[in-house]
Structure formats: C-alpha cells, structure tokens
C-alpha cells in the first residue's frame, strides 16, 4: 500500500502516517521490541524522547539505554517524562542512577524539587533564570560547533576572539557552579 491508501484506511492524514513511518525507520530493532511488546508507551517515546533527539542532545545508544533502563517498570507517562528530564539535562549522579535501576529513589529526589519557585526571592529567581538560559544557550553553541555551514574568514576571526574569551573564563566558571552545585545539594 502506499501512503495515501494507508491513510485512507486508516481515516488519517499522509502527513500522520509519514510522521509515524519516519518514527519507525529511527527506531533501533532494541527499541521497537521494547515498544511492540507494550514494556515502554508509545506517546513517552514519540512526544517526551523525540525531542531529545531533535535537538542532537539524545544520541541513538543514550535514547536505548534509557528506554531499556525504564521499560516495564509500569512508570506513568509524567514519571518518564521527569526521568527523561533528569537523565538527558540532569547531572551525572541521576543519569547513573537511572541507568542502575534505582528508578524510586531518581523520582523521589525529582519530585523533592518545586516546581513552583515560591520561597524564592527575585534575586534567586533571577539567577535560576539565568541558569536555565545558560544551560539551554551551552547547548545550542555545542550542537552548531561542528556546523559545515561555518566557514567564513570574518566569522572565525570574531569567534576565535569571542571563544578565547570564553575559556579564559572556563576555569573560574566551573569553580563556581562546583560550589553552587555542593552548596545547594546539601540544602
């Protein structure tokens, strides 16, 4: 059949059954089997997992080992998604946790934080704001990085001042969030 009678079949646009086609096709054979036998759902796969590897911070074997690490453990949606969250943003200690089968005791301490920032005052709001924008700006510059599309004598001029710049900062950077992370983890 071809896609136009599929999606007549199934009352469904192309567009739905394109989508749904190309997910098959990215699927590894370890994660269909995972899927097919109904041990991981599918809308935690297509809506919470896709993402991940949309924005190139999800290679193909962390996706697996994710799944595999969380299948048929009967884990609602929303535990996936925080999981998920944890596991591709989160640091080191919960993605080996997680990957170690301690799937309890990553979502205690996920569900320990408040997702409402009460408690907050603006000058920490302030800061968990730029937190965040950090994090998700240092990934956007490591996934360009390697862009072909970088080529240009004046773009490499400037970026080599920028850069440089940057890790002469690097040193005192890590130092600060190493003791940012200590203090705030023993809170």
Known sequence: MNMAEVAQTLSRSKGWVSMRRRLLDEMSPVIREILFRGAFPVYSYMYTLRPFMRMNTGRPQEIERFVEAVAGQRLSVRDIELLAQ???????????????GKLGWSLDQLKHVPEDREGCNEFERVLLRDLEFLRKSMQ???????????????????????????????????ERMKELHDRSGSA
């Open 86 to 100: 944890a596991y591709f943003r989160g640091p080191a200690s919960l993605r080996e946790a997680i990957e170690g």
């Open 140 to 174: 956007r510059v490591m996934a360009r990085c390697h862009d072909p599309r970088l080529g240009s004598r004046a773009f490499f001029a400037q970026a080599n001042l920028l850069s440089g710049g940057l890790l002469s900062t690097l040193a005192p950077f890590c």
